[in-house]
């Protein structure tokens, strides 16, 4: 049982590329979440999905998007990239109750 | 607009010296607080949720409590391996909402 992962780990981009993270859970949960981690603030979130084909943005959606087309893989898209989303990337998941659970993050730098 | 906040933002213990970590909070229609420890370099990793006021949780050295504005997380005879990122969320009507985390440091 893997629980959250997340890929990749570890990331730099340049002004203006795209990327894709990817977040997949194996606990059947149907509540998937992306957040972003930076210092001296707490983890925002980004978009959240409450099921399969549905998604939902959060407090800080600019600049991303997401798609959950698979009931256990939850994506993370940046079109264009600016140094103000380097960041840590968490995902969570959660089944029926309110505890999340988190991947290990991605760490993004965006040059 | 739904608010937490912890303190302090780093603490700094002895060995075995006890302490506590706040976590105070405004949200309305409170359905749960909770507790998370994350290590350097790691995801957060839950510890406890409490629903209600009065309501207290214990896993080994920690105790969390909980009342209607706030949070505490004790730790009694901290060890070393107990030096962590505690951060505290809560969610109500909307998102879950963290607060930005207590740095914790044991010194043996």
């Known amino acids: 049982n893997a629980g959250v992962t997340q890929t990749p780990k570890f990331r730099v981009l340049k002004t203006g590329q795209s990327m894709t993270l990817l977040c997949a859970q194996d606990m059947n949960h149907e509540y998937m979440y992306w957040y972003r981690q930076d210092p001296g603030m707490g983890l925002r979130l980004i978009h959240y999905s409450v099921g399969e084909g549905t998604t939902a943005k959060g407090e800080v959606p600019d600049g991303y998007n997401v798609s959950r087309l698979k009931k256990q893989n939850f994506l993370l898209g940046l079109e264009s990239a600016a140094p103000s989303q380097t960041s840590v990337y968490f995902c969570?998941?959660?089944?029926?109750?309110?505890?999340?659970?988190f991947g290990p993050g991605t760490r993004l730098t965006v040059l | 607009e739904d608010q937490v906040t912890q303190s302090p933002e780093a603490l700094r213990l002895q060995e075995g010296e006890s302490s506590s970590l706040n976590c105070s909070y405004t949200?309305?229609?409170?359905?749960?607080l909770f507790w998370y420890r994350q290590d350097p370099g790691k995801g957060p990793e839950f510890l406890f949720t409490l629903y209600s006021a009065g309501e207290e949780k214990e896993k080994e050295r920690l105790k969390a409590t909980l009342t209607k504005k706030e949070s505490f997380l004790h730790i009694t005879a901290p060890k070393p391996e107990d030096s962590a990122t505690y951060l505290c969320a809560v969610q109500a009507m909307g998102d879950m909402r963290f607060g930005a985390g207590t740095r914790l440091t044991v010194k043996p």
């Open positions: 949200v309305s229609g409170l359905r749960g």
């Open positions: 969570a998941s959660r089944g029926g109750v309110y505890e999340q659970f």
